[in-house]
C-alpha cells in the first residue's frame, strides 16, 4: 500500500492523463502482475513469441516502437534492444520502477503519450482528437511498431471519465468505447511498416465451479482476422476480483497485422 502511494505520487504524466485516471491505472496494474505473477508470466511469454515472429525477415531493424509498453512485461525487450538500432517505449505512464529496472538498456528510450490521441479532447484542452502515431507514421527509420496489449484498455480511462462528466461528453459514453477501438485499429493499419498487435478480446467470468457466469466482449463490437496464435490469460485468479471469481481473457497474436487484415 506505502509502495503504491508512493509510486502514484512519484509518477509524471499529462495533466489530462493523469484526469482521466492513467496513473492509478498503471500503479494498479503494477500490484496485480506482482500477485498474479504464475498466470501472467505464461500470457507474457506467448506474447514474446509473437514479437519474436514480427521481428523475424524484417529487412531492417533500426526503431522499433512499443505502443502501451507499460511495465514492459509482455515484449522481448533484451532481444530487441540487441537487434534495433532503437527500442522506443511509448505509454501514458512509466512508472519510475520500470525506468529503473531498464536503465541498462541504452538504446531503449521512453515516450510518455496519448496512444488513443483523445486525453486532451475529452477534457477540453483540445478541439479534436490527435493523429495519435502520426509521429512513428512519418519517421521513415520505423521498421516494427508492437501494440502491446493496449487495444483493449484504451478505453477504460476516457469511459469513465467520460460517465462521470457528461455535460462535457464529446461522444455519448455508449459509443465511446467502441470508437476508440475502431481508431486504434485504423491507425496501426495506417502505419507503413510492420505492425505487431498483440490483444486481448474477450473476457470470461467462471465461478468457483469452473462455470461459465458472464462473457464480455473487450473490442465492443469490433472483429478482428484469425490471428497466428491465440490463447487464454488469467488476469484475475480466484480471490483477485472476488472470492470464488476467476477472470480469463481470450487473448490474440498477429505478427504481421495489416497483412492478416488485408487477408
Ligand atoms: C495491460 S497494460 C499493457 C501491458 C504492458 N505492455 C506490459 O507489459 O506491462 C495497458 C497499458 O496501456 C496503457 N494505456 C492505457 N491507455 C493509454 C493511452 N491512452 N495512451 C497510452 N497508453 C495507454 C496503460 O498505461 C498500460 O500501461
Redesign the pocket.
Known amino acids: 500500500m506505502l509502495a503504491e502511494l508512493a509510486l502514484l505520487a512519484a509518477t509524471r504524466t499529462s495533466p489530462a ?1 493523469r484526469r ?1 485516471g ?1 496513473v492509478g ?2 500503479v494498479r ?2 500490484s496485480r ?1 506482482r500477485r498474479c505473477l504464475r498466470e501472467w508470466q505464461a500470457h ?1 511469454h506467448h ?1 514474446h513469441g509473437v514479437v519474436q515472429r514480427a521481428m523475424e525477415g524484417l529487412p531492417r531493424r533500426r526503431k522499433a516502437v ?10 522481448p525487450l533484451e532481444a530487441m534492444a540487441a537487434a534495433f538500432d532503437a527500442v522506443i517505449l ?4 512509466h512508472l519510475p520502477v ?1 525506468r529503473w529496472r531498464l536503465r541498462y538498456l541504452n538504446n531503449v528510450a521512453f515516450v ?8 486532451d479532447w475529452l477534457v477540453g484542452a483540445a478541439r479534436t482528437r490527435a493523429d ?1 502515431l502520426s509521429q512513428w507514421r512519418d519517421d521513415p527509420a520505423v521498421d516494427l511498431v508492437v501494440s ?3 487495444l ?3 478505453p ?3 469511459e469513465a471519465w467520460a460517465e462521470a462528466h457528461p455535460a462535457q461528453a464529446i461522444v455519448p459514453p455508449a459509443t465511446l468505447a467502441r470508437a ?1 477501438v475502431g481508431w486504434h485499429i485504423e491507425d496501426l493499419l495506417r502505419l507503413r511498416c510492420r505492425v505487431c498487435l ?1 490483444t ?1 478480446t474477450e473476457q470470461r467470468e467462471y465461478d468457483r465451479a469452473g462455470t461459465l457466469i458472464d462473457r464480455t466482449d473487450l473490442l465492443h463490437g469490433h472483429e478482428l482476422p484469425a490471428p497466428d496464435r491465440a490463447w487464454d490469460w488469467t488476469v484475475a485468479p480466484d480471490g483477485e476480483a472476488g472470492r470464488g471469481v476467476t477472470l480469463v481473457h481470450g487473448a490474440r497474436g498477429y505478427a504481421d497485422f495489416r497483412h492478416a487484415w488485408a487477408g
Open positions: 492523463l482521466i492513467l491505472d498503471g496494474l503494477w502482475r507474457e506474447c512499443i505502443l502501451g509498453s507499460g511495465l514492459a512485461r509482455d515484449i511509448v505509454d501514458a505512464v520500470t510518455t503519450a496519448d496512444v488513443a490521441g483523445i486525453a495519435a502491446a496489449n493496449v483493449s484498455q484504451l477504460i480511462g476516457p476508440i498483440l486481448d
